[in-house]
């Protein structure tokens, strides 16, 4: 059964690009989000097996998101994306739970290699 996955990014060609390249891969997204707070909501809601989350966002941050998502759910799955240059926020999002992240400008071998290795 394909996977499902919540994209949050708050930009819509960030989350157009990803689900591109998860849905040629055979995932199947569950949604979308487009700030951390939104995606709280969207991941109780739809209890999607992965998440792929954009660390700066309006409203709530990624990492805010991440720990909101953690609290809920302790087994949440989360991959967090992040532009170059945001090493600190990396490591803040892995010791809160991320189990791994991406760098943008996003390579698709790279996306699916880190999805397959936290969903298979």
């Known amino acids: 059964m394909a996977k499902n996955i919540l994209i949050c990014d708050d930009a819509a060609f ?3 690009m990803i689900k591109d390249i998860l849905t040629k891969n055979g ?3 569950a949604g979308e989000a487009e700030n951390g707070a ?4 969207k991941y109780n809601e739809l209890k999607p097996d992965l998440v792929l989350m954009d660390i700066t966002m309006p ?3 990624g990492i805010q998101a ?3 998502i953690k609290e809920s759910d302790s087994g949440a799955l989360i991959i967090m994306c992040s532009a170059m240059g945001q090493q600190a926020m990396v490591i803040e999002s892995i ?3 991320a189990k791994d992240f991406i760098v943008k400008p996003f390579q698709a071998d790279r996306v699916i290699e ?3 290795k936290v969903v298979g």
């Not at 939104?38 to 909501?41: L, M, P």
Request: charged share 35%; aromatic share 4%.
């Open 38 to 41: 939104k995606a709280v909501e």
């Open 59 to 61: 409203e709530m941050d």
């Open 14 to 16: 960030m989350r157009m």
């Open 114 to 116: 880190a999805v397959k």
């Open 66 to 68: 991440l720990k909101k």
């Open 95 to 97: 010791q809160a739970g």
């Open 27 to 29: 995932y199947n997204v």
